[in-house]
């Protein structure tokens, strides 16, 4: 086994199922249907079993703090005594490193109760959300179809409240073309959430994006997010956190980035499914059926044996499974070579391009530029004498 980053994150998917029907989902509506075959719930074997796969690694590899986020499906869907009993369980397993809890939420459940257990434990919570009433519904039904936005309404009072606050970790937002991605930033951000993550639709070179059909030389999504990078570099005072616009400055002035999508670091974190397997980045289920699946699980592997995997290796020794192309480009540091399902083909599977490099390039580029631009401007400035 060669040397590796060790895990200090895993999403769990505790329950397997959603109340809500998004017509994008990765988990549901692409070519990998092993939802299908998962238990609707983790067990509680399962979870003490993964506790102490926790502290068996992070013991071994001195690791001090450790996140785990309940993912799905939808998390809420298993109840505030589940829960509650899953935090209990995974603490009294990992007795001596410093947990973090999350959950990541379409947020249509969320209530005072379950806002409060959160305070009372700092778990955070993230909520999937598009934009406003219209942007939301374009692709974040219920299963009959119907809007959900009245109770996500309700949610971002609770969570933009003093003391939800205290927990609310912010906004995952899916970009649709369709929306303005002006009025998108304007309805989040009146919330004024700590971070704001938009994402890039995840598709790849067999499935084009919307707006790249025809040709990946065009930059749709580069000019949908400097719209509001251009609002949002010059507020003042910046109290919301952008992450892809934070990663590309942290990355291009040499400092270290804390994504998956951005960047040559290895990754450090895995996904545990609600059966107990031990899977890569659960994005994957868009490429191709079993993408994820590595073979092994909590009851019979540690999370060391992860690290023999080609699919875990490839993601903590970036850049020499990048194409030729992407080794060859000076923005690689900063970009990464893109997010990884976004660089599928049948044809070369990994091997490949961002399908969105040419809007990595302009927003990079872009972004620099600016960035240079102030940079230098405060260099001229003659500090006056004392």
């Not at 399962?46 to 071994?60: N, W």
């Not at 009851?299 to 490839?314: C, G, L, M, N, Y």
Request: charged letters at 25%; one cysteine or more; a negative charge.
């Amino acid at each position: 086994m060669a040397e590796f980053t060790p895990l200090h994150s895993l999403v769990c998917k505790v329950v397997s199922r959603c109340n809500l029907n998004c017509d994008y989902c990765y988990m549901y509506q692409h070519s990998d249907q092993s939802w299908q075959q998962q238990p609707l719930k983790m067990s509680e074997a399962t979870i003490t079993q993964l506790g102490k796969r926790i502290d068996e690694h992070t013991t071994k590899h001195q690791v001090s703090e450790f996140s785990v986020i309940m993912h799905g499906g939808e998390p809420l869907l298993a109840g505030l005594d589940y829960l509650q009993k899953f935090q209990e369980i995974i603490s009294k397993n990992v007795p001596n490193v410093k947990l973090r809890f999350g959950i990541q939420s379409n947020g249509v459940l969320l209530n005072d109760e379950i806002l409060d257990f959160c305070i009372s434990n700092n778990t955070t919570i993230g909520l999937s959300m598009d934009g406003d009433r219209e942007a939301n519904d374009l692709h974040r039904l219920d299963h009959q179809g119907k809007s959900a936005f009245s109770s996500l309404e309700k949610t971002l009072q609770l969570l933009s409240s003093d003391r939800g606050r205290k927990i609310w970790a912010g906004f995952l937002c899916v970009i649709d073309l369709h929306n303005d991605p002006e009025a998108v930033y304007s309805y989040l951000s009146q919330y004024n959430p700590p971070s704001i993550d938009f994402l890039l639709p995840l598709n790849h070179h067999d499935l084009r994006p919307l707006g790249k059909e025809q040709s990946l030389d065009v930059t749709p999504y580069a000019d949908w997010l400097l719209k509001i990078f251009d609002i949002w570099y010059h507020q003042k005072p910046q109290t919301i956190k952008i992450r892809k616009f934070k990663e590309i400055i942290l990355l291009m002035l040499g400092l270290q980035g804390n994504s998956e999508e951005w960047g040559l670091n290895p990754v450090d974190f895995a996904v545990i499914e609600t059966n107990g397997d031990i899977e890569a980045v659960d994005s994957l289920k868009v490429t191709y059926p079993e993408a994820t699946k590595l073979g092994m699980d909590i009851f019979t592997h540690s999370f060391d044996d992860i690290f023999d995997s080609p699919k875990v290796i490839e993601r903590q020794e970036k850049w020499q499974y990048l194409s030729e192309t992407c080794q060859e480009c000076n923005l690689v540091k900063v970009c990464g070579g893109g997010y990884l399902p976004h660089r599928y083909s049948s044809e070369n599977y990994f091997h490949n391009p961002s399908v969105y490099c040419s809007d990595l390039k302009k927003m990079i580029t872009t972004i620099r530029h600016q960035v240079i631009e102030d940079m230098q401007t405060i260099k001229k400035r003659k500090i006056p004498a004392v």
